[in-house]
């Protein structure tokens, strides 16, 4: 099988800006988590989505938010970038929401 | 709150010696862990998981120790190789309604000396 694929692997974005990245995820995993990395605090939870619906948040503000498609594709977006929100931004699927995750290569995100 | 932590930022090792990455966590409640690898530029790699109501998993070069009453998980790598060369991350599994929370510790760069 495929792994997780995300897109873009790269993006530079100025303050103010907004930015949707991409997410496929394994093929026949339904559930989809974000999680934001950064040197400073680590990997953070941004949000999980399962059959389409967000099960769990993370303490994020209302910039980021995300959605997932019927073929369990997911999508998150930041609005109004700021500098901090520059960080490697990676996906994870797994086949149900208590099983184990397996991660994507990430979108490094750049905020100038 | 719940936190998982590790207190080694990085560990040197010369190639063929063992290895042994630590984590400490607070949640008495986490259900199971998983110990993770990130090379450069990749994501987190699944290296092994341990439920907790085990003390010790072997997988291929790694054994995973649980040690309930402290609060304390290792990661020990057999015959450290440079390919072994990442962070290493805890991950702490909270199994609730259906779902699960998981929450990473902050990471430890394992650097194998040739």
């Known amino acids: 099988k495929a792994g997780v694929t995300q897109t873009p692997r790269y993006l530079i974005k100025t303050r103010g800006q907004q930015v949707t990245l991409s997410c496929s995820p394994i093929?026949?995993?339904?559930?989809v988590s974000w999680y934001q990395q950064t040197p400073g605090q680590g990997l953070q939870f941004l949000f999980e989505?399962?059959?389409?619906?967000?099960?769990n948040k993370g303490n994020f503000p209302g910039r980021f938010s995300g959605r997932q498609f019927s073929n369990s594709r997911s999508e998150m977006n930041v609005s109004t970038l700021e500098l901090g929100d520059s960080a490697l931004y990676l996906c994870?699927?797994?086949?149900?929401?208590?099983?184990?995750?397996?991660f994507g290569p990430g979108t490094r995100l750049l905020v100038l | 709150g719940e936190s998982v932590g590790l207190h080694l930022p990085t560990l040197s090792v010369q190639e063929g010696d063992n290895s042994i990455i630590n984590c400490a966590y607070s949640?008495?409640?986490?259900?199971?862990f998983i110990w993770y690898k990130q090379e450069s530029g990749k994501g987190p790699q699944f290296i092994i998981d341990?439920?907790?109501?085990?003390d010790k998993r072997q997988g291929q070069r790694v054994t995973v120790l649980l040690n309930k009453t402290v609060k304390h998980l290792s990661l020990q790598i057999a015959a450290t190789q440079p390919g072994d060369s990442a962070v290493y991350f805890c991950?702490?599994?909270?199994?609730?309604?259906?779902?699960?929370?998981?929450?990473f510790g902050t990471g430890t760069k394992l650097q194998v000396i040739p």
């Open positions: 994870a699927s797994n086949p149900l929401a208590q099983e184990t995750q397996y």
């Open positions: 949640n008495s409640a986490s259900d199971y």
């Open positions: 341990i439920r907790s109501n085990m």
């Open positions: 989505y399962f059959s389409e619906t967000q099960r």
């Open positions: 093929s026949g995993h339904r559930s």
């Open positions: 991950a702490e599994i909270l199994l609730s309604g259906g779902y699960q929370k998981v929450t």
